[in-house]
């Protein structure tokens, strides 16, 4: 089977940083996604990475080790708006269907 | 991108009955998904709907149950048979050009079922 583990909860304080991981035990996939949903919302994409490393967007970076089966999403400078769920996902096509992670609520704190 | 609409945004049903729910994309694309999120859960995909074929089902989900049409590429209808109270969950529509990993999600169709 498929499985992505990530932390429920994360609390972090305005103005720093945090990292959200995601441990997966599933193979073939094509790459790994990070979501955001705010209570209420629809979930937004944020990151991907097809490939081993680094990936950075503003603010959000996102990395993964296909050798660990490990990936994270970090947010820097974080402020009050950040607080909502992030989801990892896997894909096993481009354009095709997403695997969720369990998801982690972070709460950012002033 | 891509804009999504579902209606409706949220329903009350009563046990038994079966409610439809439609997804309209603002453009064409080749594949749509339809997923299921309980309360403080995550995204549990349903189906992949495909144009001009049967939908394609996940494990521990049967078409008897929640069957998909996707009469054309900008829209899809996902129903909820016989309901009961497990029913009850947000379910999402979401998009995916094959260019791209970026899947785009409608805002949820929230449904109790009492």
């Known amino acids: 089977g498929q499985s992505l583990e990530q932390p429920s909860e994360v609390t972090a304080v305005e103005g720093a940083i945090v990292q959200i991981n995601c441990t997966y035990q599933t193979s073939g996939f094509y790459g790994l996604s990070w979501y955001q949903q705010h209570d209420g919302g629809a979930p937004t994409f944020l990151s991907y990475?097809?490939?081993?490393g680094l990936e950075e967007t503003g603010r959000f970076s996102s990395f993964l080790s296909r050798s660990d089966s490990y990936g994270y999403l970090l947010l820097q400078e974080l402020q009050m708006k950040d607080s909502a769920s992030y989801f990892c996902a896997v894909d096993f096509n481009q354009g095709g269907k997403l695997i969720f992670g369990q998801g982690t609520e972070l709460s950012v704190k002033p | 991108s891509a804009v999504i609409s579902q209606k409706p945004s949220r329903d009350i049903c009563q046990r038994g009955t079966s409610l439809t729910i439609q997804c309209q994309v603002d453009?064409?694309?080749?594949?749509m998904f339809w997923y299921r999120q309980q309360p403080g859960q995550s995204l549990t995909l349903i189906a992949t709907?495909?144009?001009?074929?049967?939908?394609?089902?996940e494990s521990g989900f049967v078409i008897d149950k929640f069957p998909i049409s996707r009469p054309n590429l900008t829209f899809s209808t996902l129903t909820v048979s016989n309901m009961s109270p497990e029913d009850s969950s947000i379910y999402l529509c979401s998009v995916a050009r094959d260019t791209s990993y970026e899947q785009y999600f409608g805002p949820g169709t929230r449904l109790t079922v009492t």
């Open positions: 990475n097809a490939l081993d």
């Open positions: 709907a495909n144009q001009g074929s049967e939908a394609t089902y």
């Open positions: 453009s064409q694309v080749t594949m």
